[in-house]
């Protein structure tokens, strides 16, 4: 059973920086993708930003230049490096794997930027 369990919320000031990670319970090797999902309240949760098995990424334009993901192989972790974090930043953040037809999910991890 395929677990990713997901840390490093928390509360920030404007402008600061926060790294999520999202450890799974298998290789990730074998996931097509991996990325990181955000969802405000009364939102859908969408997409910040993902990484494929070669290491192509793809951003939201909200976070572009802004925020890295990455992925460790040898730790099964993705991460997600948030620079210069805005108040619209703030919600709850997801991990999600994709392996064939298969999707994944950590559990939630709450971010919050305000001073």
């Known amino acids: 059973q395929v677990q990713l369990v997901v840390s490093g919320g928390g509360l920030v000031q404007p402008g600061g920086s926060l790294r999520l990670s999202c450890v799974a319970s298998?290789?990730?090797?074998?996931?097509?993708?991996m990325g990181w999902y955000r969802q405000s309240p009364e939102k859908q949760r969408v997409p910040v930003a993902t990484?494929?098995?070669?290491?192509?990424?793809r951003y939201a334009d909200s976070v572009k230049g802004r925020f890295t993901i990455s992925r460790d192989n040898a730790k099964n972790t993705v991460y997600l490096q948030m620079n210069s974090l805005k108040s619209e930043d703030t919600a709850v953040y997801y991990c999600q794997a994709t392996g064939g037809v298969y999707y994944y999910w950590g559990q939630g991890t709450q971010v919050t930027v305000s001073s």
């Open positions: 990484i494929t098995l070669p290491g192509t990424t």
């Open positions: 298998v290789s990730i090797s074998g996931f097509n993708a």
